[in-house]
């Protein structure tokens, strides 16, 4: 300290060197080294040593590069640092491939899109009568075997879309076109997607077709107006065709009907003559019996009942007497009128 009392001046403050420093304490330098590596692989260890699966998903758990096992939805452990590897996929999920369209925006107004080049070439397609269709369709599928989708086939995806272009176009191939257009839609998806599961079972593709629905099938752009025109005119010949099969289901019954009936009373009539004509034969036989028994006394019967069937029909009565003269007797002085 001076005389006056002043602080003695102070040092110029110097901030350590880190490398001086390390190589004046190498020891330390390698024991914080190992402590940072040590706590690196903890946390690393510490992170890869579980995973967990959605419940739609199921995992494949390959173990030093196997196939170790497959694991459902869930919290599960693993070994760490790689040693178990882990691949995931929605195997309760309907998924969907597009073929001859492609989806823009779904919604209440969906948006496709027909022009692109690549979906051109997918949907134009050679008909059995070598005309041209435009096929849309779509794919649903879901993952049935979950470690035969990873690894029996280097992109499942991709086989499913070729398989099912090249199974489409041999069953278009194989109709006309008015089949395609119409009358076969229904059989033609069937077969599509039948033939396409057999195949992708064969490839071990672990993928199992849920259904294949034909979007449209409609003829190419240059002939559209002159096909629907056609389409048209079939309509209205089937739409004239069915009017006269509903004509003719109405007039031919009723005529039927009306022929029964007439035939029935015929039958009738027939039957009721006939009864008429025995019963008529068989009282005249009754009769014939008591004439021959008494033959006088059934005629005067039977003359008698003839006068009571005439009589009362004959208007007025005149009875004349040979044997007595003059005209008064002829007059009905006792007649009134109205009588």
Request: aromatic residues 8%; positive net charge; glycine residues 8%.
């Amino acid at each position: 300290m001076s005389v006056f009392g002043e602080p003695p001046p102070r040092r110029a403050y110097r901030r350590p060197d880190p490398l001086e420093w390390a190589a004046r304490h190498p020891a330390r330098v390698f024991l914080l080294a190992w402590i940072g590596v040590a706590l690196v692989l903890a946390v690393w260890g510490l992170f890869s040593s579980y995973y967990t699966v959605a419940a739609d998903e199921e995992a494949v758990i390959l173990r030093f590069g196997r196939y170790f096992t497959t694991a459902g939805p869930g919290f599960h452990g693993r070994l760490p640092f790689g040693i178990d590897k882990v691949y995931k996929g929605r195997v309760k999920t309907v998924h969907r491939e597009e073929f001859g369209f492609r989806t823009i925006r779904a919604g209440v107004k969906s948006e496709y899109d027909y022009r692109s080049p690549r979906v051109q070439a997918e949907a134009n397609m050679l008909t059995g009568d070598l005309n041209l269709a435009m096929v849309n369709w779509e794919v649903r599928y879901r993952i049935r075997d979950l470690r035969k989708y990873f690894f029996e086939v280097r992109n499942p995806v991709e086989t499913l879309r070729d398989i099912s272009q090249a199974v489409m176009r041999t069953e278009v191939g194989d109709r006309s076109v008015d089949e395609v257009l119409t009358q076969d839609r229904t059989a033609i998806a069937d077969a599509v997607s039948e033939k396409m599961q057999a195949r992708l079972d064969r490839l071990r593709c672990g993928i199992q077709i849920v259904k294949v629905n034909l979007k449209g099938v409609v003829p190419p752009d240059p002939v559209r107006e002159a096909f629907n025109q056609v389409e048209e005119a079939k309509q209205e010949k089937d739409r004239i065709i069915n009017e006269a099969k509903g004509l003719r289901n109405e007039k031919v019954p009723a005529a039927r009907g009306a022929a029964e009936k007439s035939i029935k009373e015929a039958e009738g009539y027939l039957i009721g003559r006939v009864n008429r004509a025995k019963g008529e034969a068989a009282a005249f036989l009754a009769v014939l019996e008591e004439y021959e028994k008494a033959p006088e006394v059934t005629r005067r019967r039977l003359y008698l009942e003839a006068l009571e069937e005439i009589l009362p029909k004959v208007g007025g009565i005149t009875l004349l007497d040979g044997g007595d003269g003059g005209i008064l007797k002829l007059l009905d002085l006792g007649r009134r009128e109205g009588r």
